[in-house]
């Protein structure tokens, strides 16, 4: 019998013998290669902290001791050795397990964070919690894939290096996809004389030592020779085997650089680390990927991130060659790098994903990866935009969430030009309810001076991006989804700079549709049309701020709908139900959007239809309103 099938708690491990371990730790990546390919999720990064985890599950008591992910996409192997192997069937499938830690599946998972730099912090309350309520337990923040890039975990380290007495273990998951990588050839060299210098560092004896020899340095030579032996090897420790100094440098104890995939040094690291009674950080080098040759050997990001595949060559299952809004812009920008070399692109350790990869091979000098630090992504290219370039920050819409403050304080305030591009706008689905773009227009909706744009087909991506890139006094945004580009939707007539998509004779209800459900708004019009119901099917292209030709359309129909793939609440609908109050437009209007809830993980098409955004119901809803007016009036 596989050693995997009788691993139901982390208590079946620590009867293991090292050759089981490392048998479990193949069989785990089997399984994991085996059930992701199928179900699509982050592969890369659990198949680099099997070892890793195993060891944590054996060292530390879980879920009395909190283990918290961060990322949390690299928490599969946890969930595996926490009961819910049998469950990975269902990963990111509509109520099946979700792609990252959540409370609702295990009491090991502690925190559900999907959004990186934050376990730190989290880390740091638990821990403070613990010793406040007298309670002897450890907390264990496994940080990596480039969570330490962003400035909130260098906030939670500046106040965890005084916390002295917080039983708190960092373990930093480095896998070379991070940050830049310690030379591995020390770590190798070195491992023995690392783990005996490591046991005497994390040895509060060493450090009582050192305190008296310190004290005693003003007595005869040789105290102040030993102190000076002792201070020059705890120097030369940290100097010879830990690179990454700058945690030393803090105060905090470093234990390091150790081999993430040797268990049994990973192991003893850990319990020195967990017996020193205060924050120590635990340095582990890893290879994401390992184990699967077609994950090692893929540069681009070692499956990060894969849906479906062959699970001997890791080729996409799915179809290939859809074009995507993500292509589309990716291409328009480049088109316009080669001509305005004002442009400047940013990511915030997101190059491929959202399309700037192909910018940064054309323009590398003009391509900036900022890390996991959106705050710092949004200020950096005000500075540039103050020094006369244009620069232009794409991000997926969920994570300019985090920005908001320098939206509004650092561009917008001080009126400069700079473009956000939203992509993954809307419901995006499988990866649950954090990754969802569902707030950023109600969000940048309260931003004076800020234009944005919801494009409704790559025509008017391609004109928006445009004309976006011309604005040098105000922010402005576009938004699309992550759904392939649908076919060109073309406009019957224009009113202003609104484009006119459908027009019934004797219009009752205006009908004004935003960025991807364009194509909903159209199929309304039609269905009111059959239910011998006049529409004007509308798309004001720029959506904020409100026109005054929209206004005018408002004014000159007895109902407006609104449709849009953000938050009904203070939404796109909103903003333009306020404007018509405001202009004195007594003309109802009634807003249909994503309601205000955390959406579950499911498909997006799924999510839009359980959200009330399906052509159908919103036409039969009119219908009533209609037939309603009508009869009071009667």
């Not at 706008?425 to 309260?446: K, R």
């Amino acid at each position: 019998m596989p050693l995997l099938d009788a691993i139901n708690a982390p208590g079946d491990l620590r009867e293991l013998t090292p050759a089981q371990l490392r048998q479990l730790a193949d069989e785990i990546r089997a399984f994991l290669v085996s059930t992701v390919s199928r179900t699509g999720g982050h592969l890369g990064p659990n198949l680099g902290v099997v070892e890793l985890t195993i060891a944590l599950h054996r060292v530390f008591d879980s879920p009395r001791d909190a283990i918290v992910f961060d990322t949390g996409h690299q928490s599969y192997v946890h969930k595996i050795l926490t009961g819910r192997r049998g469950q990975f069937r269902s990963l990111r499938q509509p109520g099946g397990l979700s792609g990252y830690p959540s409370r609702a599946e295990s009491p090991h998972d502690w925190v559900e964070n999907s959004h990186a730099s934050t376990a730190l912090s989290w880390a740091d309350g638990l821990a403070k919690a613990f010793r406040l309520r007298g309670e002897d337990r450890h907390v264990v923040a496994v940080v990596g894939d480039g969570s330490l890039t962003g400035g909130m975990a260098w906030e939670a380290l500046n106040n965890i290096a005084v916390a002295s007495d917080e039983k708190l273990v960092i373990v930093v998951n480095d896998n070379g996809r991070s940050y830049t990588p310690t030379v591995g050839g020390i770590a190798t060299q070195l491992s023995a004389l690392g783990t005996q210098l490591s046991a005497i560092r994390t040895d509060r004896r060493y450090e009582r030592l050192l305190r008296r020899f310190k004290e005693a340095r003003r007595l005869p030579v040789l105290g102040q020779a030993v102190y000076g032996l002792l201070h020059g090897l705890k120097t030369g420790v940290k100097d010879v085997l830990a690179p990454q100094g700058m945690f030393a440098d803090l105060g905090l104890k470093y234990v390091g650089p150790i081999d993430g995939h040797d268990e049994e040094a990973v192991e003893v690291a850990l319990r020195q680390a967990k017996g020193y009674g205060g924050p120590v950080i635990v340095h582990c080098i890893t290879r994401k990927g390992r184990g699967f040759r077609a994950a090692e050997e893929n540069e681009q990001d070692r499956f990060h991130a894969v849906g479906p595949i062959d699970e001997v060559t890791g080729v996409p299952l799915a179809t290939v060659g859809v074009r995507t809004w993500t292509d589309a812009f990716a291409e328009e920008l480049a088109r316009i790098g080669v001509t305005d070399d004002r442009v400047v692109a940013i990511t915030a350790a997101m190059l491929h994903p959202t399309g700037l990869d192909r910018f940064a091979r054309l323009f590398p000098e003009r391509t900036f990866d900022v890390g996991i630090a959106e705050q710092h992504a949004v200020t950096s290219a005000a500075g540039l935009a103050a020094g006369g370039l244009h620069p232009v920050f794409a991000v997926y819409a969920t994570f300019l969430n985090r920005a908001f403050d320098q939206v509004l304080m650092d561009v917008a305030l001080h009126r400069l030009g700079v473009t956000f591009v939203l992509d993954r706008a809307g419901v995006t689905g499988p990866d649950g309810p954090s990754h969802n773009g569902m707030w950023d227009a109600s969000i940048l909706g309260v931003v004076p001076g800020l234009r944005l744009a919801a494009p409704r087909d790559e025509q008017r991506l391609v004109e928006a991006l445009r004309l976006a890139v011309a604005v040098d006094d105000a922010p402005t945004v576009l938004r699309y989804s992550k759904d392939p580009l649908p076919a060109t939707i073309p406009t019957v007539g224009r009113r202003g700079a609104v484009d006119v998509l459908a027009a019934g004779d004797n219009p009752e209800v205006l009908v004004v549709g935003y960025g991807a459900l364009c194509g909903t708004a159209v199929e309304v019009g039609e269905r009111l049309a059959a239910q011998g119901i006049g529409a004007t099917v509308v798309d004001p292209v720029w959506a904020l701020p409100v026109s005054a030709d929209l206004l005018g359309l408002v004014a000159t129909h007895d109902l407006v709908v609104t449709i849009e793939d953000n938050s009904v609440t203070g939404g796109l609908g909103s903003q333009l139900s306020q404007a018509s109050r405001a202009a004195g437009i007594d003309t109802r209007v009634r807003e249909f959007g994503i309601p205000k809830a955390f959406l579950p993980q499911d498909s997006r098409r799924s999510l839009l239809d359980a959200s009330g955004l399906d052509a159908a119901h919103i036409a039969r809803t009119i219908v009533e309103l209609v037939s309603a007016t009508q009869s009071a009036s009667h």
